[in-house]
């Protein structure tokens, strides 16, 4: 049986040979990393951000590379506040895109972990932001310069803190907990310092040392 002839050789063989190589993704890339716009823009998320509400929303536009940010336009009632307090919902998007993620990430593991609402499948993290934060001129430090401090958040909605007696505190609401762990990220029994945001009207910050 006589072999067909493939009806595409013809086009194949025509193109060019940079054009070639990308189709059939054979182009030798050397370009390091760090040179590269995912590079350049990881690096600079590492950099941390300082800044008001509106600045953080417009540098989380620029750093979830392939993501996107979704600000309501609208206040809402916090249904998780005794006082229903006004929020603006903040919605993050990664879109499965490893540079949003870590964008994404450190925004957890800073300030904007306090406001923390919900995370879903696809990379959305919800964000429930009080009225007086989104209006305030005070710069806040939302993203810390990458460093060998392990940061990690946790979320939940009431906290009861043991002693060797008891409770030293009764259940009460939170905004959200971060942990901070000193010392090498791999060695997490180091020192452990929790860092809690009550969720009231005062301004005291109580900090449980284990």
């Given at each position: 049986m006589a072999q067909e002839d493939d009806p595409y050789e013809d086009i194949i063989g025509g193109l060019p040979e940079d054009i070639l190589e990308g189709l059939l993704n054979t182009a030798d890339d050397t370009t390091p990393f760090s040179e590269t716009e995912q590079g350049r823009r990881e690096a600079w998320i590492d950099e941390g951000f300082t800044g008001t509400f509106d600045q953080l929303v417009e540098w989380a536009q620029e750093a979830l590379m392939?993501?996107?940010?979704?600000?309501?336009?609208?206040?809402?009632?916090?249904?998780?506040?005794?006082?229903?307090?006004?929020?603006?919902?903040?919605?993050?998007?990664?879109?499965?895109?490893?540079?949003?993620?870590?964008?994404?990430?450190?925004?957890?593991?800073?300030?904007?972990?306090?406001?923390?609402?919900?995370?879903?499948?696809?990379?959305?993290?919800?964000?429930?932001?009080?009225?007086?934060?989104?209006?305030?001129?005070?710069?806040?430090?939302?993203?810390l310069p990458a460093s060998d401090l392990v940061l990690s958040s946790i979320h939940t909605r009431q906290l009861v803190v043991l002693g060797?007696?008891?409770?030293?505190?009764?259940?009460?609401?939170?905004?959200?907990?971060?942990?901070?762990?000193?010392?090498?990220?791999?060695?997490?029994?180091?020192?452990?310092?929790?860092?809690?945001?009550?969720?009231?009207?005062?301004?005291?910050?109580?900090?449980?040392t284990q």
């Open positions: 392939n993501g996107f940010v979704r600000l309501a336009p609208e206040y809402e009632e916090d249904p998780l506040s005794p006082r229903r307090r006004r929020v603006r919902r903040l919605e993050l998007v990664s879109g499965g895109f490893s540079t949003a993620e870590l964008a994404m990430s450190r925004l957890r593991a800073g300030m904007l972990g306090f406001y923390w609402e919900s995370s879903h499948r696809g990379g959305l993290d919800v964000y429930l932001v009080p009225e007086q934060v989104v209006v305030s001129d005070h710069a806040v430090d939302w993203v060797p007696d008891g409770p030293l505190l009764g259940p009460i609401a939170v905004q959200g907990v971060e942990v901070l762990r000193a010392g090498d990220r791999d060695a997490y029994e180091d020192t452990m310092t929790v860092q809690v945001a009550m969720a009231s009207d005062t301004e005291e910050v109580p900090d449980v």
